[in-house]
């Protein structure tokens, strides 16, 4: 079995993050392995054709930047204290800077939640995870919520 050194743990910050840490964390603890814990902002860039400022929109992303870079820190403080782990913010379309990342970083594998879409959601938003796990060169573990009645 190939060797698991460094684990990139996807986030949303949604309720479910949390979830997706606590597996991060246990298989990091488990195996000595480093954890990359990323949070990809969007990028807004396909809206500048719909008559919004390029400046608007340059604001606005970098207010979620950095409001993302706060929650990361407080984020890897709270679920990752007793590891070896570090935060990043990125911009862009998720599944590809989620991908980019972890070919950058070479890491050994991705933990990552899915949100369980279904029907038109599905269609209309896609699925970052189902991306991320067609187009991974390492092993890719997901993270269902637990669904409610």
């Given at each position: ?17 949390k ?28 809206y ?21 870079e ?21 911009t ?23 949100h ?34």
């Amino acid at each position: 079995m190939p060797a698991i050194n460094k684990i990139l743990c996807a986030v949303d910050f949604s309720s479910h993050s949390k979830d997706v840490a606590e597996h991060a964390r246990l298989f990091a603890k488990s195996l000595g392995a480093e954890v990359i814990v990323v949070y990809a902002a969007p990028s807004l860039s396909q809206y500048v054709g719909f008559h919004v400022p390029t400046a608007s929109i340059e604001t606005l992303v970098g207010e979620i930047v950095t409001g993302a870079e706060k929650t990361m820190e407080a984020f890897v403080s709270e679920n990752f204290a007793d590891i070896n782990a570090s935060g990043r913010v990125v911009t862009g379309y998720a599944a590809e800077e989620i991908l980019d990342v972890a070919e950058a970083e070479k890491v050994d594998m991705i933990i990552m939640g899915t949100h369980g879409r279904k029907g038109i959601d599905r269609i209309l938003f896609g699925s970052v995870a189902e991306k991320v796990v067609k187009s991974a060169s390492m092993p890719v573990l997901t993270i269902r919520p637990e669904i409610e009645d």
